[in-house]
């Protein structure tokens, strides 16, 4: 299966948080451009790697992951992806999914309020 496959099939077999979460950004609903299912790509011990984010916000490089309860036993693993995100350059957040379904306004609060990164000032 293509990665692009791979990211297709996300897209169509997405989670109830992930839905409810994509219905409440997309098509600039916060005022900018969110991306669902995401690829990145990156080199890690010498070989090309790819992650999935489950949303992208390329204004505030700004990764935004939903944790299920799969995520309760890969911590180790969810740790090593954020910080190997974090040295690509962009920030991560995660969300819940109990946060997601329990208190939508404060996750969507949380994104709209995320700093984007400072534009440089040109000196004359």
């Known amino acids: 299966m293509s990665f ?14 992930e839905f409810i ?5 997309r098509n600039n ?3 900018f451009k969110v991306k669902r299912q995401h690829p990145i790509s990156f080199v890690y011990e010498k070989r090309r790697r790819l992650f999935v984010a489950d ?8 990764v935004i992951e939903i944790d299920g309860s799969i995520h309760l036993f890969q911590e180790d693993y969810d740790k090593l992806r954020s910080e190997l995100i974090v040295n ?3 920030h991560v957040v995660r969300f819940t999914n109990g946060k997601v379904l329990d ?19 040109e000196r004359g």
Request: no cysteine; glycine share 4%; net charge positive.
């Open 4 to 17: 692009k496959e791979i990211v297709r099939n996300l897209r169509k077999e997405q989670t109830s948080s």
């Open 21 to 25: 979460i994509w219905q409440a950004v």
């Open 55 to 62: 949303f992208y916000v390329p204004i505030k490089k700004l």
């Open 29 to 31: 609903k916060l005022g």
């Open 103 to 121: 208190n939508l306004s404060s996750v969507l609060d949380e994104i709209i309020k995320f700093p984007s990164p400072s534009v440089r000032m």
């Open 88 to 90: 690509l350059g962009y």
